[in-house]
């Protein structure tokens, strides 16, 4: 279930509540946005640090196949 889908149920069960009920309620739904913006920008700064290592391995990788397929004479040296 998305975290969208959860705020939605829970302003229902606000809208049907009063009292220490409905505060309670509110209070969820503002934790459960604060928490996945959070988990937003994290996921973002993860996402980016793994591109770029993986960008990095794949340079790698090109120029190993490009060494291996000229010493198997695979790839005519230019």
């Known amino acids: 279930m998305k975290i969208s889908e ?5 302003e ?3 809208k049907e509540s009063d009292g220490k009920a409905r505060r309670l309620c509110g209070t969820l739904i503002d934790d459960l946005i604060e928490w996945d913006m959070e988990m ?12 770029k290592h993986m960008e990095a391995e ?13 010493e198997s004479g ?3 040296e230019a």
């Open 74 to 76: 695979s790839i005519g």
């Open 58 to 70: 794949e340079d790698e990788f090109i120029k190993f196949l490009m060494k291996e397929g000229i």
């Open 12 to 14: 229902e069960i606000e």
């Open 40 to 51: 937003t920008r994290v996921m973002k700064k993860v996402n980016s640090k793994v591109l």
């Open 6 to 10: 959860l705020v939605t149920k829970l």
